[in-house]
């Protein structure tokens, strides 16, 4: 039996060391020798059975035998060993050393270099009896966070790797076997689904560290991204995906990061409230705002946006920080909870090639300290790809490559015969070889770098290719390069390492075993969200309300369009008489203009939940907060206010200008059935954004609501007169407002001729007789108050189906 064990340090150098047991142990107990492997990738030809647990007590008894006790402790209470005595037994080969010596490459294991500004494995070894040690981890001189260790599998126990300095992330290790994807497409509405196959049989290791998944257009790089980070559909995935070993918790979207390809962020906020707001509903509750802050203040220190902390990110109308820097906000508001693993869809998109640059530096600064970004990207300059710790190369779907960075695919493309120019950069090489530009064979590949470029005559002439022939080229190639991984001695090591682990989570499952993972996991299941109901309301509720105040468009553009509206209407109907000729028909025109107006102005309600529907479905199902949460945050600081407060402060000035019923109990009753007005077609407008994710559709859906409830409000068409229809005006949020408001008016009132004619007996009108010619009820106070329970319970029901439409939102990408 045998232990390998992985080293992974801070600086993208992973030392993997196998210790096998000898065959006659001395004195009664097992000796150990090791073997230094210099390629600790995927391609390791190694092979290694599991360990038990008496191997893993016997190498953990040998290291402490073999190496000296300490005279003295460094500040932190580990041991400090000089070279000298670091050199002593087997144990000191494996130094973490970041700096080899001359002769030593950049993977190799105890490279020389200086001794003060690296680290030995300590006197916190590997337990007796048990599966794993209690810290491995270095964190001296230059280290900036650590090195720490983890086993794939062992028999009783889980993957289990030690924090080096407090408030640093640990890198978790993804490992995911025959990964497929599948998607049904509709050509049409009505057309029978077609099954689109997405990934195929994909599997791999993401270790901690940059790794990078490449490939051309729609060949799966998001899809297998979004199915590591759990946020496809289940029921569309096939294969199996273990972090540590061990299934992902189902609320793992929760504790990784995972920033989507556009910016999210909400652009009327600064860097730092941005920050802070995901703090405040991400952190435990039992941080207090001081500890926040000093969270908000390192995450803005780490990624270097402490010059614009205090910026706006800015909007259409609002100019804001620059791309990167509204790039590196949304990684920020993913660092808050210090995720293991942190995902990032195609973080360059949109950017130019500094901007881009500084992005992935950011990125890789991030996994220098100890954590797995795992991220999709197109075709990266060379600069960029020089900073990927690992790769992954899809085509149509499949694995061509997945292994190390740097030098590694293009040595391992050159041994199938496709060379990369010495003036070629490998992205573009990939992506030409992908594409079949690119010859095969040494043979070309020499002659490309032999070429005269300014002898051109042997050049011919260019020749449009032929679509799809080139297609089926690219196809071919695509396939063969397939075909030419399977077989590889590095996809077999994988395979072998990922059956290892799959292998060793089926024990701790069938076993019942509850390793440190598994509790972990458990834990974290009890609570769907890290705060409490009223904490999450509380700051979606401020930042809701602080992104109403700073956009113009919903603030002060609502205020003068009711103030105009007001001035306006109020100078048209100023002084109404009672008047036979004029009273009757001036009311009723302005009883259905208010209407209109309460109605018609919710049309920029529709808007609200498509805007953030992006930011909505993230942060949901990020665990930022509940539905219920967003959906009442926008009833408190949306509709209650915005539609409420400008009817409450500029409807008035209509109702006296036109001088309507002077009575405190009219005015007040005007005043409601305004209010309730405008929340029932509100709240029509929220079940229709909520419903529909385009906002040409969802305007088009509302203004035909609108109508039909216009038509059957009483004003343009008798509702006698329409026989069979007349219970349409029950839906009618017109019919309600415009006969509270007649009869609030009308009751009591008199209307006879100013100017009588001779001979004619002058008749007046008293305003029931008008109420009845409209067929709107109002002999007992029921009449009256049955209208505003009606546009109540119009609100009440919109807004449930609106609450049910956020719930059924599909939150998988």
Avoid at 48 to 71: E, H, I, M
Avoid at 233 to 246: A, E, K, M, S
Avoid at 627 to 650: E, G, H, Q, S
């Amino acid at each position: 039996p045998c232990l390998k064990v992985n080293f992974y340090s801070t600086k993208n150098s992973v030392f993997e060391v196998t210790f096998k047991m000898d065959a006659t142990p001395p004195s009664g107990r097992s000796s150990v020798g090791y073997r230094s492997l210099t390629s600790a990738g995927p391609g390791d030809s190694g092979e290694c059975q599991s360990p038990t647990a008496a191997a893993v007590s016997n190498v953990g008894q040998y290291l402490r035998d073999q190496l000296p006790k300490p005279a003295a402790r460094r500040t932190d209470n580990r041991p400090l060993l000089s070279e000298s005595q670091a050199s002593l037994g087997a144990a000191s080969r494996v130094l973490l050393g970041e700096r080899g010596g001359a002769d030593d490459g950049p993977n190799s294991v105890g490279g020389g270099g200086n001794g003060a500004n690296r680290d030995v494995l300590g006197d916190h070894v590997i337990g007796d009896g048990g599966c794993y040690s209690r810290d491995l981890a270095a964190s001296t001189g230059d280290l900036a966070g650590g090195a720490y260790y983890r086993r794939s599998s062992c028999s009783g126990g889980s993957a289990y790797s030690g924090r080096s300095r407090a408030g640093s992330a640990r890198g978790s290790v993804i490992s995911f076997r025959d990964v497929g994807y599948e998607v049904s497409v509709k050509r049409f509405p009505w057309s029978r689904p077609v099954r689109k196959v997405v990934l195929t049989d994909v599997s791999g290791l993401m270790r901690p560290g940059l790794n990078a998944i490449m490939g051309p257009t729609g060949c799966g790089k998001t899809s297998l991204l979004d199915v590591l980070a759990c946020r496809k559909d289940p029921r569309c995935v096939t294969g199996r995906v273990l972090i540590d070993g061990q299934s992902p918790p189902d609320n793992f979207k929760r504790v990784s990061g995972y920033v989507v390809q556009d910016d999210i962020v909400m652009g009327t906020l600064t860097v730092r409230e941005n920050l802070y707001f995901s703090a405040s509903v991400r952190l435990p509750g039992n941080w207090t705002r001081e500890e926040r802050m000093q969270k908000v203040e390192a995450v803005i220190a780490e990624l270097g946006l402490a010059k614009v902390a205090d910026s706006k990110i800015g909007t259409e109308l609002i100019r804001g920080v620059s791309g990167g820097e509204r790039k590196r906000t949304n990684i920020g508001m993913e660092l808050i909870t210090d995720p293991s693993v942190l995902f990032l869809d195609e973080p360059t998109t949109g950017l130019d090639a500094f901007t881009a640059g500084s992005v992935i530096r950011t990125m890789r600064s991030l996994a220098n300290r100890g954590r797995t970004v795992v991220f999709s990207i197109h075709q990266p300059k060379y600069s960029i790809y020089r900073l990927f710790s690992y790769l992954t190369l899809l085509v149509n779907g499949e694995v061509i490559y997945h292994g190390r960075a740097g030098s590694a695919p293009l040595k391992y493309f050159k041994d199938l015969g496709y060379i990369c120019d010495t003036h070629n950069s490998p992205p573009d090489f990939f992506m030409d070889m992908v594409h079949g530009e690119l010859p095969a064979g040494a043979a070309g590949g020499q002659a490309l770098d032999q070429a005269d470029p300014l002898d051109d005559e042997d050049v011919e002439p260019a020749v449009e290719p032929d679509p799809d022939a080139q297609k089926d080229q690219s196809n071919a190639i695509a396939q063969h390069l397939v075909n030419e991984w399977r077989r590889s001695q590095l996809a077999r090591s994988i395979e072998r390492s990922v059956e290892e682990i799959c292998q060793g989570a089926a024990q701790i499952n069938n076993g019942g075993g509850s390793g440190s993972g598994s509790v972990r996991t458990r834990q974290l299941s009890r609570r769907a969200y890290p705060t409490g109901f009223g904490n999450q309301l509380l700051h979606v509720s401020w930042r809701t309300w602080l992104n109403l105040f700073r956009n113009p468009q919903s603030s002060v553009i609502q205020l003068i369009v009711y103030l105009f509206f007001g001035l306006s209407i109020g100078t048209v109907f100023f002084g109404l008489d009672t008047s036979l000729e004029s009273g009757i028909q001036n009311r009723q025109g302005l009883f259905f203009f208010l209407t209109l107006q309460m109605v018609f102005v919710n049309l920029s309600a529709v808007e609200v939940f498509i805007k953030e529907r992006a930011v909505f479905i993230h942060e949901n199902s990020s665990g930022f907060y509940s539905v219920l949460v967003y959906f009442l945050a926008k009833i408190l600081c949306d509709m209650l206010p915005i539609k409420t407060l400008p009817v409450l402060l500029f409807m008035p000035i209509i109702y006296f200008m036109a001088q309507l019923r002077l009575e405190a109990g009219a005015f007040l009753f005007y005043q409601l059935n305004l209010v309730l007005a405008t929340c029932a077609a509100c709240g029509v407008a929220f079940f229709v954004s909520a419903s529909v994710s385009v906002f040409g559709i969802a305007n088009i859906l509302i203004s035909i609501m609108y109508v039909f409830m216009m038509v059957f409000g009483g004003f343009l068409i008798n509702i006698a007169s329409v026989g069979w229809l007349s219970w349409c005006r029950y839906l009618s949020v017109f019919y309600y407002a415009y006969a509270g408001l007649s009869v609030n008016e009308f009751s009591g009132m008199r209307f006879c001729p100013t100017r009588p004619e001779p001979n004619v007996t002058r008749t007046c009108k008293d305003g029931s007789t008008v109420l009845n010619d409209q067929q709107i009820p109002h002999s007992t106070p029921w009449n009256l108050w049955s209208n505003e329970l009606g546009m109540f319970c119009i609100m009440l029901v919109f807004l449930l189906l609106c609450y049910v439409q956020l719930c059924r939102i599909n939150k998988y990408k």
